[in-house]
């Protein structure tokens, strides 16, 4: 008897072009099977899920698209013709159900998704699967499996219908003709992405095997509602049912919740079952009867507080046969509101009633050739979090993303703005002008659409559904996306409905039978509070700014701007890694008449589209600030500073102006799912830029900050509670080390949801201010001096420039740094104490030991809790009791180094990076190890000062990692651990 349940079908497969096979499907999965030896051509190692291309990248048969130009050397499906990019793919799995007079189990075949339309043979027998790129397939293959339980699976894959022609000059979708598909569209190419040859053809999704009894659950809809300050709840499910047997099933239906208390030990906190007949061959909707939670465990974004889930299982039992199937899901009580705010005019999300500032980024996907796995989805969403976004948006020629996607948006609190497949270039803008009606198929379009609906709408961190991408659909697609995604009247503002929501509850249907109901339908993402909220280009810029330029009224006019980009140059390793070495010239200054400077980059960065540091007659160039750059390494360190810079003041601008002006930013964007030059906060290596801690610092819940246009000194209060008792201690540090401002303001309240100015930072107006300085700000708890935000600066004078800072590189201030380390398996988790140990100037500083506030994070956010301030040795101590009960190896001994240095000042921008260390290493190889999660990193400590970075990683097996320490005045690589 097969187990009731799942089997994933992700190994052992087999691929082969279409056009070199000479077997027919029935042939390949009767009696001339591929032989199991990859090497036996025409047959290899298949990447399912995946793409062709990823698939002949497997193999080595084409380079890699992503390095250097070698995409330009692959053939393009435009000039191969579709049959070139149509393959076979092969399997076999073992499956041998019961079968008996009185009680049968039963198969499905499923594939989540498919690009673009497929035949599936199994032991002979033939099966079509329909066109569309997001649409799940579940075939009954109950009757055809073999008598031995050994299944032979052949599954012939065909491209998109229209995958359209490169223009010459590329473009914006390309010709555009893969809008007439239900497919992502950027694989014509973008401007910050070259095309994919394959357009993405493929199983790109899960493949699996489920056995269940008579009785099939299909699709469940969970729906939580809250009342009386989100302190009462209930839990409406629905789920569809399919007696699959010839005879009527007697159920009982079974809803169990559980939460997890700790480990493996969890809590029973519903229980219900409930009896129904199911005539035989039918197709049921059935409704649970509304569970009541008495205060439970909220579930918040990032930031806010923590993301509470209990799990959800249905289980059906049938008369004769013990259980049928069942049903699992994680689930997050938590309401979600949104309207156009009338202060701002701009897009309003409220979370379990408490208003959220957005700040967070646009995603395309994780990777260009859909090699997406749990792993990598795990690293993409932690990445995010740990920039303290709270939102990301899926832009409308991607994908829409996969559950393993959204689990990670839930457990690390993301909230999700899901867009369908719309853009504008491609659906009636761009250049030549494409069609305005999408896809061909309308019908094709809704059915992916409800269904993408079905398989995500039960994740709490799904927030909202839009049209398109600078663009609405068609006005018929529109229509239907409008009727079926209309909010369940509860979710609608409660003061428009004239009858208490218990009331509604009688009259109208349980919220779980809508095909959503819980969240809104926002036609295009420049319509209805973002942008201009007219559809108008009013979304961007996307080029370098100058950084002050962000705070200022005339910068951006709208509430909420769904698209704002800038640079995103990688670090020296990366660009060695994934180009060849004419590709790591660096750009050459071309001076202008005017004084500006233009970047004219190398071929291969061009084709990596890459942005430059500068914009003529707006903005100098950036890079050039610090000075003439020698070589790519220096100019990928200059970057890096000019990065942060950019992309601190972005939100540093946004949050100044929060509530008063402005409801929220995306930036342009966080990630590139190949190995681009722009607008990204980690390269597609996984190796963070310095704009990534640029956003961690300036996207802190509560954060000390400098207006660059008032040079006030504001603090930010994202929080539901207000700020009692905290203060700010505002330190300036000159080139030569000395401090010649000291300022600590008096006690502060805070209000929550506010940015308060507090005071102007004068040093500026000072007698004789230098040309260039560093500015330290630490928000701090007046009663026992623990740091709630710590922020840094470097700075110039009005009308200067950084080139100051190039001389300072010659000082080396001495450092000391001890570090701690706990093994579990291949799993490292690090502490980093650095201490700048260079002699600081007398003054009454109370701060410099960065006893940092750290939340207890038990509680909801927006109810009463208790501080908990930990010093650094508690700190560590709780670290380490942490590790040693999960470790198998236990810690290290604490170990200590010293870089020597004679100066004193600034330890300035201070870099921790991870190396593999192997006795056959290969002269110039890539050694880092990514990806590595960092508490902070291009950090800077002034004398005295005290830092503590954590660090988690893996490490390929025999592999002995190395840490590593740069900065812009310690030269090389200092190793601090090994």
Request: contains cysteine; glycine residues 8%.
């Amino acid at each position: 008897m097969a187990n009731i349940g799942k089997k994933i079908l992700n190994k052992g497969w087999l691929a082969a072009r279409s056009t070199e096979v000479d077997l027919t499907g029935v042939e390949l999965t009767t009696t001339h099977p591929p032989s199991s030896s990859p090497t036996s051509l025409p047959w290899m190692e298949a990447c399912v899920p995946g793409t062709v291309l990823a698939t002949l990248l497997r193999n080595k048969l084409i380079p890699d698209p992503f390095y250097g130009l070698e995409n330009e050397s692959i053939i393009d499906i435009a000039d191969s013709g579709r049959d070139y990019y149509t393959f076979w793919f092969f399997t076999t799995f073992h499956c041998k159900p019961i079968f008996s007079q009185t009680s049968s189990q039963h198969v499905d075949l499923n594939f989540r998704a498919i690009n673009y339309s497929a035949e599936v043979y199994m032991n002979g027998h033939r099966r079509v699967l329909p066109k569309g790129m997001f649409r799940r397939h579940s075939l009954d293959v109950t009757d055809i499996l073999h008598p031995d339980g050994q299944n032979l699976l052949a599954v012939m894959v065909y491209p998109p219908d229209h995958p359209g022609k490169i223009p010459p000059e590329g473009g914006q979708g390309g010709d555009h003709e893969i809008g007439k598909d239900v497919a992502t569209q950027y694989v014509e190419g973008w401007d910050w992405m070259a095309p994919i040859r394959d357009r993405n053809t493929g199983i790109w999704d899960e493949v699996s095997v489920s056995v269940t009894g008579p009785v099939k659950i299909v699709d469940p809809h969970l729906v939580s509602s809250l009342f009386d300050d989100c302190t009462r709840a209930y839990l409406h499910a629905s789920t569809e049912l399919v007696n699959k047997s010839s005879s009527v099933a007697e159920c009982d239906l079974i809803i169990q919740v559980t939460t997890e208390l700790e480990g493996n030990i969890c809590s029973l906190e519903h229980l219900r079952k409930e009896h129904l007949s199911i005539y035989p061959g039918a197709h049921v909707q059935y409704t649970f009867s509304k569970a009541f939670f008495y205060k439970p465990n909220l579930w918040w974004p990032n930031g806010m507080g923590k993301q509470s889930l209990y799990n959800v299982e249905i289980s059906v039992e049938v008369k004769g046969f013990a259980e049928s199937d069942s049903w699992s899901h994680p689930f997050g009580f938590r309401k979600i509101e949104s309207d156009i705010d009338s202060a701002t005019g701009g897009r309003l999300f409220k979370v379990n009633e408490q208003p959220i500032f957005i700040r967070g980024g646009n995603w395309i996907l994780s990777d260009g050739l859909l090699r997406l796995s749990d792993k990598r989805y795990k690293t993409d969403i932690k990445f995010h979090a740990d920039m303290n976004f709270n939102m990301i948006r899926c832009w409308g020629g991607g994908l829409a993303e996969r559950p393993e996607f959204y689990h990670y948006c839930d457990i690390y609190g993301l909230l999700v703005w899901q867009e369908f497949w719309i853009t504008g270039d491609v659906d009636g803008r761009g250049v030549p002008i494409s069609n305005p009606d999408g896809p061909l198929d309308h019908d094709l379009f809704l059915l992916c659409a409800r269904d993408t609906v079905k398989l995500l709408r039960n994740h709490p961190s799904l927030a909202l559904w839009v049209g398109g991408n600078e663009q609405v659909p068609p006005d018929d697609i529109n229509t239907a996306l409008k009727h079926d995604l209309r909010l369940y009247p509860y979710f609608q503002k409660l003061d428009e409905i004239k009858i208490s929501p218990e009331e509604i509850s009688l009259v109208l249907k349980d919220p779980s039978q809508y095909l959503d109901g819980t969240r809104i339908y926002v036609q295009g993402s420049m319509w209805d509070g973002f942008a201009n909220g007219k559809g108008d280009f009013t979304d961007g810029p996307y080029e370098i700014q100058n950084p002050e330029n962000f705070f200022k009224d005339d910068f951006y006019m709208y509430g909420f701007n769904p698209e704002v980009g800038s640079v995103g140059m990688p670090v020296a390793a990366t660009i060695r890694a994934t180009m060849p070495p004419e590709g790591w010239q660096i750009p050459l200054f071309k001076e202008l008449s005017n004084g500006y400077v233009e970047e004219v980059p190398n071929p291969v960065w061009d084709y990596h589209k890459y942005i430059p540091y500068s914009k003529p007659n707006l903005v100098h160039d950036q890079i050039l600030h610090y000075g003439t750059t020698k070589d790519l390494d220096d100019f990928c360190l200059k970057a890096q500073l000019v990065n942060y810079i950019q992309y601190q003041a972005l939100l540093e601008g946004w949050t100044s102006r929060m509530w008063s002006k402005y409801t929220g930013v995306l930036i342009w964007k966080t990630q590139n799912p190949w190995t681009g030059l722009r607008g990204q906060f980690y390269d597609h290596l996984h190796d963070q830029t310095a704009g990534f801690y640029g956003c961690r610092s300036a996207a802190e819940p509560i954060h000390v900050q400098l207006n660059l246009a008032t040079y006030f000194i504001e603090v930010v209060n994202t929080t539901a509670s207000i700020l009692y008792d905290v203060a700010i201690e505002v330190s300036v540090w000159e080139l030569d080390g000395d401090c010649p401002y000291y300022k600590v303001t008096e006690v502060l309240s805070i209000p929550s949801k506010r940015t308060v100015p507090v005071t102007e930072m004068t040093y500026p107006k000072s007698m004789n201010p230098k040309p260039v300085y560093f500015l330290l700000l630490k928000l701090y708890d007046v009663s026992d001096h623990s740091i709630l935000s710590r922020n840094f600066y470097w700075l110039h004078l009005p009308g200067d420039d950084y080139k100051l800072l190039e001389p300072y590189r010659k000082k080396t201030v001495p450092l000391k740094i001890t570090s701690q380390t706990m093994v579990d398996g291949d799993s490292y988790e690090m502490q980093m104490h650095v201490e700048n140990i260079s002699k600081k100037p007398e003054s009454k500083d109370l701060l410099y030991k960065n006893n940092f506030f750290n939340s207890n994070g038990d509680k909801d956010f927006g109810m009463s809790s208790s501080k908990t301030v930990q010093s650094h040795k508690e700190h560590q101590v709780n670290f380490l009791q942490r590790m040693s009960r999960k470790s198998s190896k236990g810690r290290d001994a604490l170990r200590t180094e010293i870089i020597n240095g004679s100066e004193t000042g600034v330890a300035f921008f201070l870099h921790f990076s991870v190396h593999s260390s192997k006795k056959d290493q290969k002269v110039g190889e890539d050694t880092r190890i990514l990806p590595v999660h960092y508490s902070d990193n291009y950090f800077s400590l002034v004398p005295g000062e005290v830092m503590t970075i954590a660090l988690s990683f893996e490490v390929p097996q025999g592999v002995t990692p190395q840490v590593k320490l740069q900065g812009w005045n310690y030269h090389g690589a200092h190793t601090v651990y090994h």
